[in-house]
């Protein structure tokens, strides 16, 4: 343990004392809790950073629309303003041009509003692990395999919002870009889950380039970029996926541009990446879904042109229990 996680720790066991307290609250006064009139799917992680809770948000709307439902998003709107909505609403909008998106940090309002105002008979809350004021039908737990085998602690000296004991309430755990680890590393960190959440189904999921957009909505295959000298811009909690996709694409001639999970990019931002850009010689500058929905409107025409590269959620192992599990949630309120 470095000397700052040292130092740290005494802070880590006073938050961890108070997430007690809190847990010890909901779950032994029933009135704390409150039931929404439709079933609800959760969706939520146990660190902080990047685990792909977006990306299956969006995989499960699908899935619910293929099968004639009308779900809603449910979601803070984290970092969001009247003026500017959070990163995750906008990638929800991208991605959904459909689908209600509700806004409000009391959830169980939300809730309320999303079937009275737009009719949903089903609802998906975006990073609703540690929201239980509102109950849920099903508990989604996201750890990415990029994290550490022992998963890590509790903040502020490490990652985790909860202690690891809180995983015993998920209902289905999720192992995230399990594609961009070694098969023994999935392995490891799912030995330790069980130790604390023994009878939830492990479901592994990649997470893979799916396609480049350009400004005008035309999509073209990831393979467009072998051999291009690109720019990867991105400002997401955990960019090594995305970096990792954009070198493996492009090959050597790529360079990245890194920026803060959730920053606002301003005139001065664009500037600096098309100064990268033309110092790099890059043809093409390449940024995620929740980048491009802030980048794209500041984008200057003479610059090199911006892409997108959408990923693909893909559930590697355990899809059909996945499945089971979302039908079993949807029908227990009939």
């Known amino acids: 343990m470095s000397a700052a996680r040292r130092l740290l720790r005494p802070f880590a066991l006073l938050y961890g004392g108070v997430i007690g307290v809190r847990n010890v609250y909901y779950d032994r006064w029933r009135g704390a809790v409150h039931s929404a009139a439709v079933p609800v799917i959760s969706v939520g992680n146990l660190t902080v950073g990047g685990t792909g809770k977006t990306p299956l948000v969006i995989e499960i709307v699908r899935r619910l629309q293929s099968w004639g439902r009308r779900p809603a998003i449910l979601t803070r709107g984290y970092q969001g303003t009247r003026s500017e909505p959070a990163d995750e609403v906008l990638e929800f909008h991208d991605a959904l041009p459909t689908t209600p998106v509700v806004v409000n940090r009391d959830r169980v309002a939300g809730a309320a509003a999303a079937c009275a105002a737009h009719g949903a008979d089903c609802l998906v809350l975006d990073d609703g692990f540690q929201h239980r004021r ?29 202690p690891l004991s809180s995983l015993r309430r998920a209902d289905v755990l999720v192992i995230t870009r399990c594609n961009q680890v070694e098969a023994g590393h999935v392995q490891a960190i799912t030995v330790r889950l069980r130790r604390f959440a023994p009878d939830a189904p492990v479901i592994h999921a990649a997470v893979e380039p799916d396609a480049l957009v350009a400004h005008d909505g035309q999509r073209l295959s990831p393979a467009e970029l072998a051999g291009r000298r690109v720019l990867g811009v991105c400002g997401i909690g955990d960019p090594r996926t995305f970096v990792n996709s954009v070198r493996e694409l492009s090959g050597a001639g790529s360079a990245t541009e890194i920026f803060s999970d959730h920053h606002r990019y301003g005139a001065d931002d664009v500037r600096t990446i098309c100064a990268a850009a033309e110092r790099n010689g890059a043809e093409l500058v390449v940024t995620t879904r929740k980048d491009w929905v802030k980048l794209r409107p500041l984008w200057p025409e003479s610059a090199a042109p911006l892409l997108r590269l959408d990923v693909r959620f893909t559930l590697t192992a355990g899809s059909a229990e996945f499945d089971v599990r979302l039908h079993q949630a949807l029908e227990r309120r009939r």
Request: proline share 10%.
């Open 134 to 162: 509102l109950a849920r039908d099903l508990d989604l737990l996201l750890i990415s395999a990029m994290g550490p085998p022992g998963i890590g602690t509790l903040l502020p000296a490490g990652r985790l919002r909860e």
